[in-house]
């Protein structure tokens, strides 16, 4: 008896339904096997979510969408609600989706290491992104007027938070600081009235206006 769900792919980042019954099956999106309890653990979508979007939003975003150049995704050309980005891109260039009106999720390949200031800025559909740890520097404003976003996790490498980078993401809730971090500059969370509390590595330097004034800091 067959017991489905639906989660991303490990391999390649595709949202493909999983049969839980079994230990591995292969990826039709990309065709390598993989261990099912990786593809529910990675990031799991519930199934109505999955439904939303049509068969052709689960493939990689063609590059006809893409405006790349030297491994630096300069600008996002396209109308999907689900991005998953190719590993040819390496940079996420300033202003590459600045207010992509149907942007709801996007999958990012290993190969990224960089998102520059204001990359995401005022996608207020964006509800879940995937990052990889090998991304060590976001610039400033990189979501900034992402209204959707109701939770998110840096990338193991991050030492910074930069000013104004969540600036306005009013739905945000929960945020969660690697142990790398060292600092988050003036400014960075401004307006993000929804987050109450956080945990912040022991040793961050936090600066004046980085959070509002009703969210309650706690250094571990």
């Known amino acids: 008896m067959m017991n489905m769900n639906h989660g991303f792919c490990p391999l ?4 493909i339904p999983v049969d839980l019954s079994k230990e591995a099956m292969i ?21 109505p979510q999955t439904l939303a979007f049509t068969k052709k939003e689960f493939s990689t975003t063609p590059l006809s969408d893409l405006e790349i ?26 202003n ?25 800025s005022e996608c207020r559909q964006l509800v879940k992104l995937r990052m990889p740890e090998t991304v060590t520097l976001i610039g400033k404003g990189a979501f900034s007027g992402c209204k959707s976003l109701t939770a998110f996790t840096l990338p193991f490498g991050i030492q ?16 969660q600081f690697p142990p790398t971090l060292r600092r988050i500059e003036t400014n960075a969370f401004h307006g993000c009235t929804a987050l109450l509390s956080v945990e912040v590595p022991a040793g961050t330097v936090i600066a004046d ?12």
Not at 76 to 94: A, R
Not at 103 to 110: A, E
Not at 160 to 175: E, P, R
């Open 12 to 15: 390649c980042g595709a949202v």
């Open 27 to 47: 990826c039709p999106a990309c065709g390598r096997p993989f261990i099912n309890a990786q593809a529910i653990t990675a990031d799991p979508t519930p199934a």
């Open 69 to 94: 150049e030297h491994g630096v995704l300069l600008r996002y050309k396209g109308k999907n609600s689900y991005v998953i980005l190719p590993d040819c891109i390496k940079e996420i260039g300033s």
């Open 96 to 120: 590459a989706f600045l207010a992509a009106r149907n942007l709801r999720n996007v999958i990012m390949p290993d190969s990224i290491t960089k998102i520059g200031a204001q990359a995401f």
């Open 160 to 175: 910074t938070v930069a000013s104004d980078t969540f600036w306005g993401c009013t739905a945000l809730k929960s945020i």
């Open 209 to 220: 206006g980085a959070f509002p004034a009703q969210t309650s800091i706690t250094q571990i």
